[in-house]
């Protein structure tokens, strides 16, 4: 009797069972990898970059007659509108659940309406805070047509996964779109948008290829966009920045003309000190670096390298923010600074959520604690 009301039970828990009958499967759906927007002529160009998955987890290598992505286009006065006029095109579900940046065009971070448009992609129920934010000056559509080095899957590009290279270099730092809203909420108001170039500067022995590379920032605050930090001029915000950095500076050797010496440098930490006199704000900026010597043969002693990258370091710091202080922008984010510490200070002296700066409203301490000559080939190449 037991073992028929145990049939029964079960018999009735498996009819119960909804199965999988309403699920997509995976191979009958589109899924987005970045998504590009311009502003031109009072609408919304809105460019949607459809990855092929069948290069990312083959071990042999990808598919050569498989295109890695395609890309679509559509217009619309408004985001959602373009985005509608776009699916009209598309013959399977798309999913949203993997989109990892969004490329935005200059126009489109000057329309009043793009802080609007980070929010519709952030209350779509598919999208993550983790998608990454970009802007350039380039065509987006030739922006999201370059496929990595190698032929690589398109997963592992610089825009898909630019922490692939940080151990490389850390020029410039990524922002996604739960750092972008927090800066833009917080004073001073103003975030470093990473800034996309298209390089030129690779070929296969068939023709030229293009890569995209990082080379500086877009300045984005609440009232709109105010420029960009390019090449030099961004250079310094990698040794400001509160993490973890690895670079390089180049600084010439004293007392002789044409020798030159690069250096790796790792940065240790950094700590920024508000004080504030006389109802004015000062801010010493303490950085704590190591050093890593490569490639060169000669005398030369650990304390003109050391002299030499302090001098290097600073200038570069002191460019990066007066090129910021010129577009009325806070790069380093001093005011949140004040904010943190004294924020009875900071409520007399800000306005709009930030402080007035000067010039002289930075004071730098660079400090190098090893000089590290890596490999010892040449025994004369430190001298202590």
Known sequence: MKKKITLIVSLTAVLLLSGCWDVTEPQRMYYIDGIGIDYKDGQYEIYMQIINFANVAKSEGPTPQAAPSEIGFAKGKTMEEALFNLYRSIDQKVFWGHMTFIVFSEEALKSENSIAVIDSFLRHRETRYQILAYCTQEPIKDVLLITPILNKSLTASKLSNPLHT?????????????????????????VNIPFIEINKNWETAKEPTTETALTGFGLVSRKGFKGYLKDGAARGVQWVYHKK?????????????????????????????????????????????????????????????????????????KKSYEEGLKLDVDVFRLSEQLYRKNIKAWKKLQKDGKVPLTADSLKLNVTVNKVNPGRKTFAETIKE
């Open 166 to 190: 940080k151990e490389l270099a850390t020029y410039v730092e990524p922002v996604d779109l739960r750092k972008l809203l927090i800066f833009l909420n917080e004073p001073g108001h103003e």
């Open 245 to 317: 950095t690895r670079g390089d500076v180049t600084i010439k050797l004293e007392n002789k003309e044409k020798e030159y010496l690069t250096v790796d440098l790792e940065k240790l930490s950094t700590k920024i000190k508000p004080i504030v006199k006389n109802n004015e704000v000062t801010f010493e900026v303490d950085i704590k670096l190591n050093a890593i010597i490569n490639g060169f043969k000669g005398k030369v002693s650990t304390d003109e390298i050391r002299k030499g990258i302090i001098k290097e370091v600073k200038k570069d710091i």
